[in-house]
């Protein structure tokens, strides 16, 4: 059974510092990758998916991820954060064909500070 | 384009009493989905109806009921609400289970006391 495992639960940066948040799954079989983020009291919206190509993927909001097959990692990364990005940020991953199923990690908080 | 919109935002009952979360989307996507959020949980599957006319249990179905009224509409039934289904609901859809991508609702924020 696939399972995606977010090893941060809060993640505590100040304004225009890098920030990692971290991701790691596993599943037997080739996957679909995504990076949602939650703004307080709001639904999920997409920030980026790896699909297949590059393993370097570009989002939204100047975020990007990399895939990692052999490390089974998908770390979301951003050089320098905003107030802004104070969220909560899920990784999830879907088994292609699999109608679809996505499944979430924990979730892991951002707390950008000023 | 509203997307996906959910009613309730907000629902509290008592326990033992029924209720019926809607979603629809006007996207036409193919496949829908009903999850929970709870705090340090993610979100959990509850069902999903991959195509218009078919439903199927997700990784949480016990205690709920779904109907896939139309392509546009999906539904969430609690038949006797219990405290432990205190949560946020999200409905989603996509344009193909393929496709994975998946768009999402506001949320209903709802209480069983």
């Known amino acids: 059974a696939q399972s995606v495992t977010q090893l941060d639960s809060q993640v505590p940066v100040f304004e225009e510092a890098p920030v990692e948040l971290r991701c790691n799954y596993s599943?037997?079989?080739?996957?679909?990758l995504f990076w949602y983020v939650q703004y307080p009291n709001q639904g999920l919206q997409l920030l980026l998916k790896?699909?297949?190509?590059?393993?370097l993927v570009k989002g939204i909001n100047g975020f990007e991820a990399e895939f990692n097959k052999s490390q089974t990692s998908f770390h979301l990364r951003k050089p320098s954060v905003h107030i802004s990005d104070t969220a909560e940020y899920f990784c999830?991953?879907?088994?292609?064909?699999?109608?679809?199923?996505?499944?979430f990690g924990q979730g892991t908080t951002l707390q950008v500070k000023p | 384009n509203a997307g996906v919109t959910q009613t309730p935002k907000f629902q509290v009952l008592k326990t033992g009493q029924s209720m019926t979360l809607q979603c629809a989307q006007d996207m036409n996507h193919n496949s829908m989905y009903w999850y929970r959020q709870d705090p340090g949980m993610g979100l959990r599957l509850i069902y999903y109806s991959a195509s218009e006319g078919t439903t199927d249990k997700g990784e949480v179905p016990n205690g709920y009921n779904v109907s896939r009224l139309n392509k546009r509409e999906f539904s969430l039934r609690l038949e006797s609400a219990a405290p432990s289904q205190t949560s946020v609901y999200f409905c989603?859809?996509?344009?193909?289970?393929?496709?994975?991508?998946?768009?999402f609702g506001p949320g209903t924020r709802l209480t069983v006391l």
């Open positions: 989603a859809s996509s344009p193909d289970y393929e496709l994975n991508e998946q768009f």
């Open positions: 790896y699909l297949s190509g590059s393993t």
């Open positions: 599943s037997s079989v080739s996957v679909y």
């Open positions: 999830a991953v879907s088994d292609p064909g699999n109608t679809g199923k996505l499944i």
